[in-house]
Protein backbone atom coordinates (compact mmCIF):
# COMPACT_ATOMS: atom_id res chain seq x y z
CA UNK A 1 0.00 0.00 0.00
CA UNK A 2 1.95 3.00 -0.91
CA UNK A 3 1.17 6.32 1.75
CA UNK A 4 0.42 9.72 -0.21
CA UNK A 5 2.66 13.08 0.78
CA UNK A 6 0.36 15.83 0.62
CA UNK A 7 1.07 19.24 0.59
CA UNK A 8 -0.38 20.85 3.52
CA UNK A 9 0.85 24.55 3.34
CA UNK A 10 -2.47 25.81 2.71
CA UNK A 11 -3.36 25.24 6.48
CA UNK A 12 -2.90 29.20 6.59
CA UNK A 13 -5.85 30.10 5.53
CA UNK A 14 -9.97 28.92 7.10
CA UNK A 15 -10.81 26.29 5.24
CA UNK A 16 -14.92 26.36 3.75
CA UNK A 17 -17.43 23.50 2.65
CA UNK A 18 -16.13 21.93 0.21
CA UNK A 19 -12.20 23.30 0.02
CA UNK A 20 -9.80 21.02 1.21
CA UNK A 21 -6.53 21.25 2.69
CA UNK A 22 -5.33 17.83 2.32
CA UNK A 23 -7.22 14.42 1.02
CA UNK A 24 -7.86 11.52 2.65
CA UNK A 25 -9.70 8.28 1.24
CA UNK A 26 -12.95 9.07 2.96
CA UNK A 27 -13.17 12.11 0.25
CA UNK A 28 -13.22 9.46 -2.65
CA UNK A 29 -16.09 7.37 -1.42
CA UNK A 30 -17.96 5.88 -4.42
CA UNK A 31 -16.39 7.89 -6.71
CA UNK A 32 -15.95 5.96 -9.96
CA UNK A 33 -14.40 8.63 -11.71
CA UNK A 34 -12.06 11.48 -10.22
CA UNK A 35 -11.39 14.13 -12.29
CA UNK A 36 -8.47 16.39 -10.71
CA UNK A 37 -8.13 19.82 -12.59
CA UNK A 38 -5.34 21.88 -12.94
CA UNK A 39 -3.14 25.07 -13.95
CA UNK A 40 -0.86 23.35 -16.10
CA UNK A 41 2.25 25.36 -15.17
CA UNK A 42 1.76 25.06 -11.45
CA UNK A 43 4.04 22.19 -10.18
CA UNK A 44 2.29 21.92 -6.67
CA UNK A 45 -1.01 21.06 -8.39
CA UNK A 46 0.94 17.75 -10.21
CA UNK A 47 2.13 16.83 -6.96
CA UNK A 48 -1.23 17.25 -5.27
CA UNK A 49 -2.52 14.98 -8.76
CA UNK A 50 -0.04 12.26 -8.18
CA UNK A 51 -0.85 12.22 -3.95
CA UNK A 52 -4.50 11.60 -5.00
CA UNK A 53 -3.03 8.22 -7.27
CA UNK A 54 -0.93 7.11 -4.78
CA UNK A 55 -4.06 7.48 -2.25
CA UNK A 56 -6.36 5.97 -4.75
CA UNK A 57 -4.25 3.34 -6.30
CA UNK A 58 -6.76 3.63 -9.69
CA UNK A 59 -6.99 1.19 -12.25
CA UNK A 60 -6.54 3.95 -14.90
CA UNK A 61 -5.33 7.40 -15.65
CA UNK A 62 -6.76 9.61 -18.09
CA UNK A 63 -4.47 12.24 -19.23
CA UNK A 64 -5.97 14.87 -21.30
CA UNK A 65 -2.15 15.99 -22.55
CA UNK A 66 -1.62 12.56 -24.82
CA UNK A 67 -3.36 10.54 -27.46
CA UNK A 68 -4.10 7.06 -27.57
CA UNK A 69 -0.87 6.75 -29.62
CA UNK A 70 1.28 8.31 -27.25
CA UNK A 71 -0.18 6.20 -24.39
CA UNK A 72 0.76 3.23 -26.22
CA UNK A 73 3.70 3.92 -26.04
CA UNK A 74 4.03 4.26 -21.71
CA UNK A 75 5.02 0.61 -20.52
CA UNK A 76 6.29 -0.54 -17.59
CA UNK A 77 9.63 -0.25 -19.01
CA UNK A 78 9.49 2.75 -20.14
CA UNK A 79 7.30 5.00 -17.52
CA UNK A 80 10.14 4.43 -15.53
CA UNK A 81 12.95 5.85 -17.70
CA UNK A 82 14.30 9.78 -17.48
CA UNK A 83 13.66 10.04 -21.10
CA UNK A 84 10.01 9.07 -20.84
CA UNK A 85 9.50 13.18 -21.89
CA UNK A 86 11.17 13.07 -24.85
CA UNK A 87 9.60 10.08 -25.95
CA UNK A 88 6.35 11.63 -25.60
CA UNK A 89 7.52 14.67 -27.41
CA UNK A 90 5.70 16.49 -24.60
CA UNK A 91 6.89 19.92 -24.53
CA UNK A 92 7.36 19.83 -28.29
CA UNK A 93 2.92 19.51 -28.18
CA UNK A 94 3.05 22.74 -26.17
CA UNK A 95 3.09 21.30 -22.59
CA UNK A 96 4.99 22.82 -19.17
CA UNK A 97 8.06 20.99 -18.53
CA UNK A 98 7.83 17.27 -18.22
CA UNK A 99 9.48 16.95 -14.84
CA UNK A 100 6.20 19.08 -13.42
CA UNK A 101 4.27 15.67 -14.35
CA UNK A 102 6.85 13.32 -13.51
CA UNK A 103 5.35 12.66 -9.84
CA UNK A 104 2.10 11.74 -11.85
CA UNK A 105 4.02 8.77 -14.03
CA UNK A 106 5.97 7.46 -11.33
CA UNK A 107 3.03 7.50 -9.09
CA UNK A 108 0.69 5.31 -11.73
CA UNK A 109 2.59 1.70 -11.20
CA UNK A 110 -0.15 -0.27 -12.37
CA UNK A 111 -2.20 1.46 -13.81
CA UNK A 112 -3.60 1.93 -17.11
CA UNK A 113 -2.42 4.84 -19.20
CA UNK A 114 -5.32 6.60 -21.35
CA UNK A 115 -4.93 9.14 -23.62
CA UNK A 116 -7.95 11.14 -24.17
CA UNK A 117 -6.76 13.63 -26.46
CA UNK A 118 -8.12 13.35 -30.43
CA UNK A 119 -5.93 12.35 -32.76
CA UNK A 120 -4.39 14.70 -35.03
CA UNK A 121 -7.18 13.81 -37.92
CA UNK A 122 -10.23 13.89 -35.66
CA UNK A 123 -9.16 17.20 -33.96
CA UNK A 124 -8.52 18.99 -37.42
CA UNK A 125 -11.64 17.44 -38.67
CA UNK A 126 -13.30 19.34 -35.70
CA UNK A 127 -11.96 22.63 -36.30
CA UNK A 128 -14.64 22.43 -39.39
CA UNK A 129 -17.09 20.87 -37.86
CA UNK A 130 -17.67 19.39 -34.06
CA UNK A 131 -20.35 16.96 -34.88
CA UNK A 132 -19.61 15.30 -37.35
CA UNK A 133 -15.77 14.43 -35.44
CA UNK A 134 -17.93 13.36 -32.55
CA UNK A 135 -21.07 11.89 -33.38
CA UNK A 136 -21.76 9.84 -30.24
CA UNK A 137 -25.01 11.65 -29.43
CA UNK A 138 -25.07 9.68 -25.56
CA UNK A 139 -22.80 12.62 -24.97
CA UNK A 140 -25.13 14.95 -25.94
CA UNK A 141 -22.92 17.54 -27.85
CA UNK A 142 -25.31 17.80 -30.01
CA UNK A 143 -27.49 19.84 -27.76
CA UNK A 144 -27.09 23.39 -28.20
CA UNK A 145 -26.36 25.85 -25.27
CA UNK A 146 -29.06 28.07 -23.88
CA UNK A 147 -28.31 31.86 -24.75
CA UNK A 148 -27.22 32.87 -20.93
CA UNK A 149 -25.07 29.96 -21.10
CA UNK A 150 -23.52 30.60 -24.70
CA UNK A 151 -23.19 34.29 -23.61
CA UNK A 152 -21.01 33.54 -20.34
CA UNK A 153 -18.65 31.03 -22.26
CA UNK A 154 -18.41 33.79 -25.40
CA UNK A 155 -17.37 36.21 -22.52
CA UNK A 156 -14.87 33.95 -20.60
CA UNK A 157 -13.03 32.82 -23.89
CA UNK A 158 -12.78 36.39 -24.84
CA UNK A 159 -11.31 37.51 -21.03
CA UNK A 160 -9.40 34.54 -21.01
CA UNK A 161 -7.77 35.61 -24.36
CA UNK A 162 -7.03 39.79 -23.34
CA UNK A 163 -10.01 40.53 -25.59
CA UNK A 164 -7.91 39.71 -28.19
CA UNK A 165 -10.23 37.24 -30.45
CA UNK A 166 -12.60 38.47 -33.09
CA UNK A 167 -15.85 38.59 -31.77
CA UNK A 168 -17.08 36.18 -34.92
CA UNK A 169 -14.60 33.67 -33.40
CA UNK A 170 -15.79 33.21 -30.18
CA UNK A 171 -18.81 30.44 -30.96
CA UNK A 172 -16.27 28.17 -32.66
CA UNK A 173 -13.61 28.85 -29.21
CA UNK A 174 -16.82 27.56 -26.96
CA UNK A 175 -17.60 24.83 -29.23
CA UNK A 176 -14.23 23.90 -29.11
CA UNK A 177 -14.07 23.67 -25.59
CA UNK A 178 -16.89 21.56 -25.46
CA UNK A 179 -15.76 19.10 -28.31
CA UNK A 180 -12.86 18.51 -25.85
CA UNK A 181 -14.64 18.14 -22.45
CA UNK A 182 -16.99 15.32 -24.74
CA UNK A 183 -13.77 13.60 -26.01
CA UNK A 184 -11.80 13.67 -22.56
CA UNK A 185 -15.12 12.26 -21.05
CA UNK A 186 -15.74 9.63 -23.40
CA UNK A 187 -12.17 8.71 -22.79
CA UNK A 188 -12.80 8.95 -18.98
CA UNK A 189 -16.04 6.68 -19.94
CA UNK A 190 -14.28 3.94 -21.78
CA UNK A 191 -11.52 3.46 -19.03
CA UNK A 192 -14.31 2.86 -16.33
CA UNK A 193 -16.31 0.81 -18.34
CA UNK A 194 -13.05 -1.45 -19.49
CA UNK A 195 -10.98 -1.40 -15.86
CA UNK A 196 -13.40 -0.80 -13.15
CA UNK A 197 -12.80 2.54 -10.71
CA UNK A 198 -11.88 3.93 -9.33
CA UNK A 199 -10.71 5.80 -12.79
CA UNK A 200 -8.52 9.24 -12.79
CA UNK A 201 -8.74 11.83 -15.00
CA UNK A 202 -5.69 14.62 -14.99
CA UNK A 203 -6.65 17.98 -16.85
CA UNK A 204 -7.26 21.58 -17.14
CA UNK A 205 -9.56 23.08 -13.83
CA UNK A 206 -11.74 24.34 -17.21
CA UNK A 207 -12.45 20.72 -18.25
CA UNK A 208 -13.28 19.48 -14.78
CA UNK A 209 -16.11 22.27 -13.90
CA UNK A 210 -18.89 20.21 -13.08
CA UNK A 211 -21.21 23.57 -14.47
CA UNK A 212 -20.23 22.51 -18.08
CA UNK A 213 -17.06 20.82 -18.33
CA UNK A 214 -16.67 16.90 -18.19
CA UNK A 215 -19.21 15.85 -15.78
CA UNK A 216 -21.62 17.60 -17.76
CA UNK A 217 -21.01 14.94 -20.92
CA UNK A 218 -20.18 11.65 -18.34
CA UNK A 219 -24.25 12.35 -16.47
CA UNK A 220 -25.77 13.02 -19.83
CA UNK A 221 -23.78 9.38 -21.24
CA UNK A 222 -24.02 7.83 -18.11
CA UNK A 223 -26.03 9.56 -15.08
CA UNK A 224 -25.77 5.83 -12.54
CA UNK A 225 -21.72 6.71 -12.98
CA UNK A 226 -20.10 8.74 -9.77
CA UNK A 227 -18.22 11.78 -10.97
CA UNK A 228 -15.83 13.54 -8.56
CA UNK A 229 -14.27 16.89 -9.57
CA UNK A 230 -11.43 18.79 -8.09
CA UNK A 231 -10.58 22.25 -8.76
CA UNK A 232 -7.25 23.72 -7.75
CA UNK A 233 -7.70 27.40 -8.10
CA UNK A 234 -5.81 30.39 -6.92
CA UNK A 235 -8.33 32.58 -5.93
CA UNK A 236 -11.38 32.01 -3.19
CA UNK A 237 -15.10 31.89 -4.62
CA UNK A 238 -17.89 31.99 -3.24
CA UNK A 239 -19.61 28.79 -4.82
CA UNK A 240 -16.53 27.07 -7.42
CA UNK A 241 -17.87 24.54 -9.89
CA UNK A 242 -16.64 21.27 -8.46
CA UNK A 243 -17.14 19.02 -6.15
CA UNK A 244 -14.08 19.43 -3.78
CA UNK A 245 -11.12 22.48 -4.25
CA UNK A 246 -8.27 23.55 -2.92
CA UNK A 247 -6.85 27.42 -2.68
CA UNK A 248 -2.70 27.84 -3.81
CA UNK A 249 -1.16 30.63 -3.88
CA UNK A 250 -0.51 32.13 -7.74
CA UNK A 251 2.28 31.09 -8.91
CA UNK A 252 5.33 33.96 -10.62
CA UNK A 253 4.47 34.14 -14.01
CA UNK A 254 4.84 36.57 -16.85
CA UNK A 255 1.71 38.78 -17.61
CA UNK A 256 -0.17 36.44 -20.20
CA UNK A 257 -1.90 40.09 -22.03
CA UNK A 258 1.76 41.88 -22.37
CA UNK A 259 2.07 40.79 -25.47
CA UNK A 260 -1.15 42.33 -26.74
CA UNK A 261 0.03 45.74 -25.78
Same mark, same amino acid.
Given at each position: ?14 ? &? ?23 ? +? ?26 ? +? ?10 ? *? ?16 ? +?? &? ?14 ? $? ?13 ? $? ?22 ? /?????? %? /? ?15 ? *? ?10 ? &? ?12 ? /?? $? ?12 ? *? ?14 ? +???? &? ?13 ? %?????
Amino acid at each position: MRVATFITFLTVFPV &YAGEIVAFSTSDFDGADIVIVGEIH +DDPTHHQVQADIIALLDPTAIVFEMLTS +DQAMQITSDTIK *SPDLGDLLEWEANGWPDF +DM &YAPIFAAAEDAKIIGA $APSPEMAAQAREDIL $AAFTDQRFGLHIPLDEDEQGTREQ /GMQDGH %C /GALPVGMLPWFVDQQRF *SDAVFARAALEA &YETFGGPVVVITGN /GH $ARTDWGMPVYLNAA *SPDTHVLSIGQITTRL +DTPP &YDLWRVTPPIDRPDP %CAAFE
